[in-house]
């Protein structure tokens, strides 16, 4: 009697088919996901830079003061990485969208 073949861990995928490859409407699909994710971050990084303008950190301890400006620079630098992130992101999908829209020549025979 031979042992039981061991089934894929359940994290596990196994190779994709050549069925189950991406196609144009997958990559127009991501690339318009991340254009309004990019688009809604565009208007969170606005409201954060406004915020900061109209409220100015002001404390009297130099340290304090040095927290509170640091603290204002990560968080409006983590907005913009994000709106830049899914802005680079949805063109390089669209590229690649454009890019399967495109008959591919075939070498060899």
């Known amino acids: 009697m031979s042992p039981p073949s061991p089934s894929p861990s359940p994290g596990s995928d196994p190779a994709p088919s050549p069925a189950e490859s991406k196609g144009p409407a997958s990559f ?6 991340s254009g309004l994710l990019g688009w809604l971050c565009l208007g969170l990084s606005r409201r954060v830079v406004g915020y900061y303008l109209a409220h100015p950190p002001h404390h009297e301890s130099a340290l304090a003061q040095s ?24 063109l390089g999908l669209f590229l690649v969208f454009l890019r399967s829209l495109m008959p591919t020549a075939r070498r060899g025979s």
Request: glycine residues 14%.
């Open 67 to 90: 927290i509170a400006t640091a603290l204002k620079t990560l968080i409006v630098g983590m907005c913009f990485l994000a709106t830049f992130s899914f802005g680079f992101i949805g």
């Open 28 to 33: 127009l699909a991501g690339a318009l996901t």
